[in-house]
């Protein structure tokens, strides 16, 4: 089973990003996508999550309304599109699976496999 995440750059404030996760070695359609991100000095945080069948979608207050997670299952594939990006959006972000996707930002804890980060800088 393996995740990879990608799509991390340098952005200025106000641009944006889109993150993808792409997995391989099992059946990603079947199960929810998770995304998380860690500042530095900082715990883990969810972001956003999405359903297997897309049914449910969920955010964190502080990236609503500026980000949309999505997925392809054909691809095998999720993504997170990220705009209106601020300097307090610098962390590395991970995706991740085996885990609930519910009407609240994901809980790290409750996910059991994780893909390697990708950095995404928001400065000027």
């Known amino acids: 089973v393996q995740l990879q995440a990608s799509g991390g750059g340098l952005v200025q404030p106000g641009g944006y990003l889109r993150l993808s996760c792409e997995g391989s070695g099992f059946g990603m359609p079947n199960f929810a996508i998770g995304w998380f991100r860690q500042a530095p000095g900082k715990e883990r945080e969810g972001v956003s999550c999405?359903?297997?069948?897309?049914?449910?979608?969920a955010y964190a207050d502080s990236v609503k309304g500026r980000s949309t997670v999505s997925r392809d299952n054909a691809k095998n594939t999720a993504y997170l599109q990220m705009n209106s990006l601020k300097p307090e959006d610098t962390a590395v972000y991970y995706c991740a699976t085996f885990g609930p996707c519910l009407v609240t930002a994901p809980e790290p804890d409750l996910f059991d496999t994780w893909g390697q980060g990708t950095q995404v800088t928001v400065s000027s």
């Open positions: 999405i359903s297997n069948h897309v049914e449910i979608t």
